[in-house]
């Protein structure tokens, strides 16, 4: 009986480490989209992908439109990468909330913090 019991704590320690993936993840460089939750990618479509230049700091922007007839509370977070695809924010920030009503379009934006970023990932879920 305590093998059994050791045996789930690190399986539930190890479930507990894992990242979530489940959602929809956008790549600004190759325009992808990627959909890890099919009932979400259903129901939001990817609009618009691209990025501006503010002060020296890139601008990405990410503009989703609801196809579906309810509200979506999402949560969503921006990666940053440099010209050679490497990640230049390396602590990363916290998930952010927004709300797409039904058949209505919105757009997620940040500004990267590192200058030398140029391409973003920005990743969606359901809250």
């Given at each position: 009986m305590k093998k059994w019991l050791v045996s789930f704590a690190a399986v539930m320690a190890l479930a507990?480490?894992?990242d979530n993936t489940a959602g929809v993840r956008v790549d600004s460089?190759?325009?992808n989209v990627f959909f890890g939750d099919k009932v979400l990618g259903?129901?939001?479509l990817v609009e618009d992908i691209r990025t501006d230049q503010i002060d020296g700091h890139t601008r990405g922007i990410v503009r989703l439109n609801s196809n579906y007839k309810g509200d979506q509370n999402i949560l969503y977070r921006f990666y940053?990468?440099?010209d050679?695809?490497?990640e230049v924010n390396l602590?990363?920030?916290p998930w952010k909330q927004a709300i797409v009503r039904g058949f209505e379009s919105i757009s997620l934006s940040e500004v990267s913090v590192n200058p030398s970023a140029?391409?973003?990932r920005v990743q969606f879920r359901e809250q």
């Open positions: 507990g480490c894992a460089l190759t325009q259903s129901r939001l940053w990468y440099d050679a695809g490497l602590k990363q920030g140029t391409q973003f």
